[in-house]
């Protein structure tokens, strides 16, 4: 069974103190992983999608990275928008479908002004 | 765009009511997923359809639900009869995908589920 654990499940940051959060991943063929950002009380918002180890991603303050057996997401100098739980997603065949994505239960980031 | 839409934003019901959720995918869209997300579980899939057609349901709970999707534009999910432990935010998904590309999915704003 495809599992994603994410570390920590909550953090707390000054504005500008860098950090990164952890996505570790056990999943039977890999099709991508997948980064979101989620707001109370809105739907998962599409950050970031890694195919293959090695791969990086940026956006703005963000910097997404993966490997064989783990993903981070690396936030420079957070600003208060920033807040957010930030979910991370496998998608990996299973049970006939390709399209399955299995979410960790995601990182609380709090970035104090 | 107008982006996944999904109705109603919020629903209170009372155990044993027959609840039915809406969505709407993006247009031009070929897969919609139905997803649960609770504090205990996290974001769990549920069902989900490529071309209308319903291809994994593996993940709802028990014969209590079901979804259809008669056409391109409208899929329900029906809860039938509710029970409080139903009580969750249940989010729709659409996304462009074909058999050999993984897109992202572009979720809606969900719809907050409240048992009594």
């Known amino acids: 069974e495809d599992q994603v654990t994410q570390s920590p499940e909550a953090l707390r940051l000054q504005e500008g103190e860098s950090s990164s959060l952890n996505c570790s991943y056990t999943?039977?063929?890999?099709?991508?992983l997948f980064w979101y950002r989620q707001d109370p009380g809105k739907g998962p918002e599409f950050l970031f999608t890694?195919?293959?180890a090695g791969e990086e991603k940026e956006k703005e303050r963000l910097k997404a990275t993966l490997t064989k057996k783990e993903s981070f997401l690396h936030i420079t100098a957070p600003k208060p928008e920033d807040s957010a739980t930030y979910l991370c997603?496998?998608?990996?065949?299973?049970?006939?479908?390709?399209?399955?994505?299995?979410f960790g239960k995601g990182t609380l980031l709090t970035v104090n002004p | 765009d107008a982006g996944v839409i999904q109705s109603p934003r919020h629903e209170v019901t009372e155990m044993g009511q027959e609840v039915t959720l809406r969505c709407k995918p993006i247009s031009g869209h070929n897969s919609l997923f139905w997803y649960r997300q609770t504090m205990m579980r996290g974001l769990e899939l549920l069902i989900y359809f490529n071309n209308n057609v319903p291809i994994d349901d593996s993940g709802m709970p028990e014969d209590r639900f079901s979804a259809k999707m008669p056409n391109a534009s409208f899929s329900t999910l029906k809860i039938q009869p509710s029970e409080p432990r139903d009580s969750a935010v249940y989010f729709c998904?659409?996304?462009?995908?074909?058999?050999?590309?993984?897109?992202?999915?572009?979720f809606g704003p969900g719809t907050r589920l409240t048992v009594l």
């Open positions: 998904a659409s996304s462009l995908a074909s058999v050999t590309t993984y897109n992202e999915q572009f």
């Open positions: 890694l195919y293959s």
């Open positions: 999943v039977s063929g890999l099709r991508g």
């Open positions: 997603a496998v998608q990996a065949p299973s049970g006939g479908s390709n399209y399955k994505l299995t």
